[in-house]
């Protein structure tokens, strides 16, 4: 049964193939699409430009809390990003809550940027960057 | 669902728990790879910082000097009858 109403954000979250992205505190995905101006002598007249729909493209990005090889989860975590990265590895991310008739957003995306971050008596963080490379494709889970 | 490793799995020694697609564990509980923790689960137990507790603030607030005429008296409380 699907989620009724607004959905928790906690529950919703990226699974690189199957296997959650750990101790993500926040994660989004971007869609947006391209505009070609549409730009004549004969609709320069009026002064307003005029546009239609060019290439879509997809990003995604999450922030998390940083956990080195010492961490007992089986969790995607930074340093299997880092190899990512390194290795310009395109990933099946998945974007879910993993509840039977909700939305699941699949894609293929590379790691595009890492930052990790270490304040003085803070957790350490990261957040990852991704670029969408082809379709991204809305499926309902069954 | 959260799963524990029973065999290694992707480099990832048994013993280690994580988040996965319900679909996917499934499939690894099937094939002997985990075993289920918690089904519905979804998020991991996130490190908690410890705030610092504030000792409470006592402002001293300037009263009349006959505030305290009474300050020695007894005060008269009588036991409800039964």
């Not at chain 1, 979250?13 to 994660?27: N, P």
């Not at chain 1, 894609?107 to 990790?116: E, K, N």
């Not at chain 1, 350490?124 to 082809?134: D, H, W």
Request: proline letters at 4%; glycine letters at 8%; a negative charge.
């Amino acid at each position: 049964m699907p989620t009724t109403g607004i959905i928790n954000g906690t529950l919703m979250r990226l699974y690189k193939d199957s296997t959650a992205i750990g101790y993500a505190t926040s994660c989004q995905m971007n869609i947006s699409s391209a505009m070609r101006e549409i730009l004549t002598k004969d609709s320069a007249a009026g002064g307003w430009r005029e546009v239609k729909k060019g290439q879509l493209s997809g990003t995604l990005s999450t922030e998390a809390l940083y956990a080195g090889p010492g961490d007992a989860s089986t969790n995607y975590l930074f340093d299997d990003l880092f190899t990512d990265l390194v290795a310009g590895t395109a990933l099946t991310i998945k974007f879910t809550t993993d509840v039977v008739g909700d939305n699941v957003y699949t894609m293929s995306a590379i790691c595009t940027s890492l930052d990790l971050n270490a304040g003085v008596e803070e957790n350490v963080s990261y957040s990852a960057s991704f670029e969408v490379t082809g379709a991204i494709v809305k499926t309902t889970k069954a | 669902m959260k799963l524990r490793l029973l065999k290694e799995w992707n480099g990832k020694e048994p013993g280690k728990v994580g988040v996965f697609l319900s679909e996917y564990g499934e499939q690894m509980i099937k094939d002997g790879i985990a075993e289920l923790l918690d089904e519905d689960y979804v998020v991991e137990q996130m490190p908690i910082k410890e705030e610092p507790q504030q000792d409470p603030v006592y402002i001293p607030i300037p009263v009349p000097m006959s505030y305290f005429n009474d300050e020695t008296n007894k005060e008269k409380i009588t036991k409800p009858k039964k």
